[in-house]
């Protein structure tokens, strides 16, 4: 579970954790930035093990950045 909480249609710098004990990244952290917050429901998933990881936290980029 995650406290983080998005608006949604904004873009985010996330960092999630990998929580997946089996996995090479387990209980390592990424940044994920742009992160687009959709209709503000957000999950990031592991590029090794394919599973969602914890959002740790969330910061609104100010300014939004321009995508075409
Ligand atoms: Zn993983």
Do not use: I, K, R
Not at 10 to 27: H, K, M, P, R
Not at 34 to 53: I, K, R, W
């Amino acid at each position: 579970m995650s406290d983080v909480t998005f608006q949604p249609g904004l873009w985010y710098s996330v960092t999630a954790q990998d929580v997946s004990e089996a996995c090479e990244n387990y209980n390592q952290e990424f940044e994920v930035n742009p992160c687009y917050s959709n209709g503000g429901h957000v999950v990031v998933e592991c590029g090794l093990c394919q599973a969602p990881m914890t959002l740790v936290s969330a910061t609104l980029l100010d300014p939004q950045p321009q995508m075409p």
